[in-house]
Every structure is written in structure tokens, then in C-alpha cells.
């Protein structure tokens, strides 16, 4: 406060103008100040609070919620019909009772994705997920990207991959001026041959036979690239069966250089529509899973350097190839790189890459910061990295592209229904299985939001028990126009 004789006058309305001014630069400054922190503010709180609440298991070195991210994020309840139909299918027989409306699902994005924010910070990958997304107008599709985009999410569509170009582009651009309305966008495709419906092969003998789908999913997007220059990162999702599990390694081969960034990989579980489930999916463990993988890749696969939740939910090996030879970034046998690791962790902990480049400069200098030594360990992981990929003329020749591999193994209704209402009553059971789904839903690193009830549940839960419910209210609320029967 001014003192009131200052303030009279002519000197005292300067002084005044001269306080404005000083106090619009010290906001100035410290708006400057968290901008070019290595994390916002929120997700430090964020991540400070998944970190206590995460169960003791899973907090070991390797543990990246609530050091790195505090999680995965996903819409339910938007858009959850689907014209394609898959044994297994995770969402309820209900969901193709609701018909697909853009306004809903924008509504209901925003709600979801604003309480995500106001939870999690900002910076989360966050599916826009439902039944399958491409039955939403173009229009209705980027309405809801760009509500995740204001709230601080970088969304990824998730597809059966069954739609032309021409839907890319109509979604990618503004009809009324043709210019683009996003800079990048993230798509997972969906393929396997447990999906029938799909345009030119109703039903897929082979794992083999969708390759030319697989592909054109990736050319869509390299043209779009090519005529519009907008980027894309794509990821391709295949559940496996005991009907598939031999054709895995076949379909890493194939997948491998068509444009994926990522290869991710879902044992089956009875989960969703009963009446899609077709097969003994307890038939094989993960780790046979994980090994067919492996065949595929080409070489093991690191997965115990970067966990997210818990090992029984999640692994992930990420890495490159340089032609034909998979480069991990970090290996398990390597104590130097898991230092780098910590190191990374240490300086970085949350911090978004994706930011325009002066912004990044400042932070990665204060990242650094914080861990100075990180520079000399970075350069020697560096060196090594060079030398696991055939030395740099090999590099050269053979510029690395980074391909991420992903289990995920969702857990069967049978199991997370108790669990789930179990853990609701603050009592871990003594049945051991059902103990061992309450410890991974308390891990879980894939949540989806109930702004109404205040809290965010884990995706095998909604499927599990929230969503047969969830869409019965929906079929009332959006019926279909005309009954369409269940895709067989
Ligand atoms: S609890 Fe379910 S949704 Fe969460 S990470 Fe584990 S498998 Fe995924």
C-alpha cells in the first residue's frame, strides 16, 4: 500500500503508474521463472502424491510414476459404439446401443480432461478412446483433440485403423480456410486377426494377411506428413490369444520398419462382452508373450530399467534400430546406464520435451542444473550407445529410429470386481489373486476420471465395473436412431 498523502496529485498518480509497471514485470519474471522450470509446479505436486500413494512394491529405482509421470490417462463414456467386432471386445454388450454424438463426447471430454488437469498437472498422455474414434464427424474428432490439447493433455486416438484418407485430412484440416489444425497427431491402430468387419477382409485367416492394412494405416499418415507437413506418432496395438501368440514375432518382423513408433502388445483378458469371449486367454503366461516379442525384436528386451506401475501390468523396452539391429537405450546388465538413468530422473523428473526449442533450452540448462553430472555420464552413455549400434559410420548409414515395445495385461472382470469394491471399503483381501489385483490396481498407471465422484479409476475397473452401468445410462441418453444389431 501507498501511503495516501503520496499518492495525491500529479507525483502520486506517476508513482502509482511506475508501481503498475514494476508490478507487471515481477509477474512477468515469475511467470519466466515456472515456464523455464524443468517441471510445472503442478506436476511436481502431482508426482509427489502418486508417489505416496503408491504401494511399497512398486517403489523401487526403476519406478517412473510419480518421478517421471504420474500416469496414462483415458476417456470413458464418450463415444463407445464400435463398427468393427473383436473376441475379445473390452467394452460392454451395451456400448453399441449408444449412438455416437459429437456434442456429448465433446462435453464430456473437456469435464474429464479439466479434472485430470486440476489433478494431475499438466503435460499427461491421455487416450481418446471410447469404441472406435473415426465414427466420430471430422469436426467432432478435433473438437475433441483440441479440449485435451487446452487442458494441458497430449492425446492419442485410438482406432480400429479402418478409415480412408480423406478422414485424416478433413480431421487434420480446417474445411472453411484448408489450413491445418494441428502441428501433430498421435494415432494407435488397432490389428489383429481377432477383428472382423474390417473394409476388404471381413475376417483375417492370418496375422499376415492384415500387413497391407498395417500399412496403409502408416501411408496415410506419411502423406499427410508429405502434403501438409503435419507430423504424427503412431503406435499399433495387438491383443494376443492362443490363436495368435505364434504369429507374434511375425508380426514385430513385419511392423518394425512400416512407420510405428511403437509395437504394443495386450494379452487377451476376459474382460468386457461376454459373449466375445472365445478362447482359453490364461493359456500361456506373459513372459511367453514377452519372449515372442523378443523373437521379433530381434534381440531381449530391457524391460526391468524403466518400470511404469507394476511389472504384472506393464513392460516397456525402449530403444532404436540402426538397420536391422535393435539398440537399447538403457540395459538392464549395465550399471552405468542405469546410473544415467538416475541421473536423467534426478535432473528431469517430469519434464515435457515437447515445447518450442527456447523454452527447452532453459529448462534442460536448469535440469542440468540440478545434476550436473549427468553431462559427463551422458556423453560416456552416449559413446557406448554409439558402439552397441556398429560404431557412428554404422550410424550414418543407418540413421537410428526409435521404436518403443509395450506389454500391456489388462486383469479379468472375475478378479477386479472384489478387488475394486474391496479396496472402495479400505480392506486388502487374503484371497492371494484377489490381493494381487488390489495391489496392481493401486499401481495402476492408466487411470480415467470421475470429476462427479472426485476420483480417477483405473481402466481395468471401469471396464471391469463401472462401464455396463455407465453405458446403460448412455443408451438412454443417446438412443440409436434406428436399432442396429451387434456386429457377430
Ligand atoms: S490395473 Fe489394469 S488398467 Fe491399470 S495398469 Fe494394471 S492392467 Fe492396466
Redesign the pocket.
Known amino acids: 500500500m501507498w501511503p495516501s498523502r503520496l499518492i495525491r496529485g500529479r507525483a502520486g498518480r506517476e508513482l502509482v503508474g511506475v508501481h503498475a509497471v514494476v508490478r507487471g514485470l515481477i509477474d512477468r519474471l515469475r511467470d519466466l521463472e515456472v515456464a523455464t522450470r524443468p517441471e510445472h509446479p503442478d506436476l511436481t505436486a502431482a508426482l509427489q502424491r502418486r508417489w505416496e500413494e503408491l504401494p511399497a512394491h512398486v517403489k523401487t529405482r526403476a519406478q517412473m510414476l510419480g518421478r517421471r509421470t504420474a500416469g496414462c490417462e483415458g476417456t470413458h463414456g464418450v463415444f463407445p459404439r464400435c463398427n468393427l467386432a473383436c473376441t475379445p471386445c473390452y467394452h460392454a454388450k451395451e456400448a453399441n446401443r449408444v449412438r455416437v454424438d459429437g456434442a456429448h463426447t465433446e462435453h464430456e471430454v473437456d469435464r474429464q480432461m479439466a479434472y485430470l488437469r486440476d489433478q494431475r498437472g499438466p503435460g499427461a498422455n491421455a487416450q481418446l478412446i471410447g469404441g472406435e474414434v473415426t465414427l466420430l464427424e471430422p469436426d467432432d474428432h478435433a473438437a475433441a483433440l483440441r479440449a485435451m490439447h487446452r487442458h494441458g493433455r497430449k492425446p492419442m486416438s485410438m482406432s480400429h485403423g479402418d478409415f480412408d484418407y480423406e478422414y485424416l485430412e478433413a480431421l487434420a484440416l480446417d474445411p472453411r480456410t484448408g489450413e491445418r489444425r494441428f502441428d501433430f497427431l498421435s494415432f494407435a491402430g488397432h490389428f489383429d486377426s481377432m477383428m472382423f468387419g474390417r473394409r476388404g477382409i471381413k475376417r483375417a485367416r492370418s496375422e499376415a494377411e492384415l500387413n497391407p492394412y498395417r500399412e496403409r494405416f502408416c501411408q496415410m499418415f506419411q502423406r499427410l506428413e508429405r502434403e501438409h507437413g503435419i507430423k504424427h506418432f503412431l503406435a499399433h496395438n495387438m491383443t494376443v490369444t492362443p490363436s495368435n501368440i505364434d504369429e507374434v514375432a511375425q508380426v514385430v518382423r513385419a511392423c518394425r520398419h512400416m512407420g510405428f513408433s511403437m509395437l504394443s502388445f495386450q494379452p487377451a483378458a476376459f474382460v468386457g462382452n461376454r459373449n466375445r469371449w472365445k478362447d482359453e486367454y490364461r493359456a500361456f503366461s506373459t513372459d511367453e508373450v514377452w519372449q515372442r516379442i523378443e523373437e521379433g525384436a530381434g534381440d531381449r528386451l530391457h524391460f526391468r530399467t524403466v518400470q511404469i506401475?507394476?511389472e504384472?501390468?506393464?513392460r516397456t523396452a525402449y530403444g532404436f534400430y540402426s538397420a536391422d539391429r535393435y539398440v537399447p537405450l538403457i540395459r538392464e546388465d549395465d550399471e552405468r546406464d542405469r546410473r544415467v538413468l538416475d541421473d536423467f530422473v534426478a535432473a528431469f523428473g517430469g519434464m515435457d520435451f515437447a515445447v518450442p526449442k527456447g523454452v527447452l533450452a532453459a529448462r534442460t540448462a536448469r535440469a542440468v542444473a540440478r545434476r550436473p553430472q549427468i553431462l559427463a555420464h551422458g556423453v560416456a552413455w552416449m559413446g557406448r550407445l554409439a558402439g552397441r549400434a556398429g560404431g557412428v559410420g554404422h550410424l550414418r548409414a543407418h540413421p537410428p529410429k526409435a521404436l518403443t515395445y509395450v506389454m500391456?495385461?489388462?486383469?479379468d472382470a472375475r478378479d477386479?470386481r472384489p478387488a475394486w469394491e474391496l479396496l472402495g471399503q479400505g480392506i486388502m483381501s487374503d484371497d492371494p489373486r484377489i490381493r494381487a489385483t488390489q495391489e496392481?490396481?493401486q499401481?495402476?498407471?492408466?487411470?480415467m476420471a470421475h470429476p462427479d465422484d472426485d476420483r480417477l479409476v483405473?481402466?481395468?475397473?471401469q471396464h471391469s465395473v463401472l462401464d455396463p452401468e455407465e453405458n446403460l445410462r448412455l443408451a438412454e441418453l443417446l438412443p440409436l436412431e434406428r436399432s442396429v444389431p451387434e456386429p457377430a
Not at 408 to 411: E, R, T
Not at 458 to 461: F, L, S, V
Open positions: 506401475g507394476d504384472r501390468c506393464n500391456h495385461s489388462f486383469m477386479v496392481r490396481l499401481a495402476c498407471s492408466y487411470a483405473p481402466a481395468c475397473a
